[in-house]
T-cell receptor, first 114, second 115 residues
Framework: AQSVTQPDIHITVSEGASLELRCNYS??????LFWYVQSPGQGLQLLLK??????LVQGIKGFEAEFKRSQSSFNLRKPSVHWSDAAEYFC????????????FGKGTMLLVSP | NAGVTQTPKFRILKIGQSMTLQCTQD?????MYWYRQDPGMGLKLIYY???????DKGEVPNGYNVSRSTTEDFPLRLELAAPSQTSVYFC??????????????FGPGTRLTVT
């Protein structure tokens, strides 16, 4: 069975600074990997996904993530954070090679300081 | 199109009451899911469906039931509400399109309190 670990429960970043949110997964083969964002009181919105090809994936709102098989990681990055990026971020993994459900991490809450 | 819609947005139930959370999608997706979200715990899968008439249990199915009579609708039933079912419930859907990596689209959620 697959699993996801997001080691940081909360992260505070100054507006304009760079951001990296960590995600480690456990899965025996090449996984499908996703990052979702949830603003307070809202549903989840897909930021980006990886399922094959280029290991550096570009998403919406200026986010990118890099799949590193050797480290079982899929960290989310943004070069310059905006106050509107304050939200909770979830990493998720799904099995490749056929249908499977997604397993979500527990989330990382991003706080942006002025 | 509206995507995934859920009703109600909020609900307060007394212990032992029953209710149905509604979920509808207009994207003609075969796959639909119900999750619950508790603070600091991420999302846990309750039930999912791979098509009309086919449902299966997820990680936390106890206390819930589902049915899938149409492609569009996937209601979640709570028969005897308990305080442990206080949570935010999300419905999601996905298309079985391999090159899209089974991306799931989420509804806005239902916040349920059981007292």
């Amino acid at each position: 069975a697959q699993s996801v670990t997001q080691p940081d429960i909360h992260i505070t970043v100054s507006e304009g600074a760079s951001l990296e949110l960590r995600c480690n997964y456990s899965y025996g083969a090449t996984p499908y990997l996703f990052w979702y964002v949830q603003s307070p009181g809202q549903g989840l919105q897909l930021l980006l996904k990886y399922f094959s090809g280029d290991t550096l994936v570009q998403g919406i709102k200026g986010f990118e993530a890099e799949f590193k098989r050797s480290q079982s990681s899929f960290n989310l990055r943004k070069p310059s954070v905006h106050w509107s990026d304050a939200a909770e971020y979830f990493c998720a993994v799904g099995a490749s090679g056929g249908y499977s459900t997604l397993t979500f991490g527990k989330g990382t809450m991003l706080l942006v300081s002025p | 199109n509206a995507g995934v819609t859920q009703t109600p947005k909020f609900r307060i139930l007394k212990i032992g009451q029953s209710m149905t959370l509604q979920c509808t999608q207009d994207m003609n997706h075969n796959y639909m899911y119900w999750y619950r979200q508790d603070p600091g715990m991420g999302l846990k899968l309750i039930y999912y469906s791979v098509g009309a008439g086919i449902t299966d249990k997820g990680e936390v199915p106890n206390g819930y039931n589902v049915s899938r009579s149409t492609t569009e609708d996937f209601p979640l039933r709570l028969e005897l509400a308990a305080p442990s079912q206080t949570s935010v419930y999300f419905c999601a859907s996905s298309s079985r399109v391999l090159d899209r990596g089974y991306e799931q689209y989420f509804g806005p959620g239902t916040r349920l309190t059981v007292t």
